[in-house]
C-alpha cells in the first residue's frame, strides 16, 4: 500500500493570514453626528454642547472610535474639535470615517508592524479565503511590506496559490 505523502507541509509554504490583524470588534465604537442634528440637517451649537455633556461617555471608554455623520448635512470644523475632547476625556482616540475606514486603518497599521525578518527567504502565501471581507489595501500593503525578503510570494491556500512574485 502506497503511504499519502502531504505534499504541502513538505513544501516549507508559510501561510501569512491577515485576519489575525484585524482589530477586535470590541475595540471599536462609532459615533454619527447625524443624531445631534437640528430637524436633521443644521448642528446648533448650544444644543450640541449640551448633547454632549449629557451624553453617556462610557461606551467609548478607552475604545477606538469612527466619528462620521450619516446625514448629507455640513458640519463645522469646532464640532469635530469638541468632540474629539470628549473623547480624549475618556480614554477614546477618534478617527474621522467610518467604522470601516476605521477597520482598514488599524489593519494597515497592523501590517506596518509586522517583523518581516520571520519571513526571509520564505515561500510566503497570503492567505485568500476568509470569512471575514479584507480590503484589498492591506493586500496591497502586505505585498509591498514583505516582497524584499521573500523568495516568493502566492495567494492562496497552500494547496492552491495562485503566484505573485518569485526572486531570481
Known sequence: MDTIVNKVAESGIVTL?????????????????APFLFKGMILREKDFRT???????????NKQ??????ADA???MWAYM???????????????GT???????????AIDQIDISTYTDSRLVIKGCSD???PESAYFK????????????????PCSTVPIYKKK
Not at 454632549?52 to 461617555?57: F, H
Not at 472610535?65 to 450619516?70: G, R, T
Not at 480624549?88 to 482616540?93: F, V
Open 17 to 33: 493570514n491577515l485576519e489575525q490583524y484585524l482589530p477586535k470588534p470590541e475595540q471599536i465604537a462609532s459615533l454619527d453626528i
Open 51 to 61: 448633547s454632549l455633556l449629557e451624553l453617556d461617555w462610557t461606551p467609548f471608554e
Open 65 to 70: 472610535v469612527a466619528v462620521f455623520c450619516s
Open 74 to 76: 455640513i458640519i463645522p
Open 82 to 96: 469638541l468632540l474629539a475632547t470628549y473623547l480624549y476625556k475618556c480614554g477614546a482616540t477618534p478617527f474621522y
Open 99 to 109: 467604522v470601516a475606514q476605521l477597520t482598514e486603518h488599524l489593519l494597515l497599521q
Open 132 to 134: 471575514i471581507q479584507i
Open 142 to 157: 502586505v505585498s509591498q511590506k514583505v516582497l524584499p525578503v521573500v523568495k516568493s510570494l502566492m495567494y492562496g491556500e
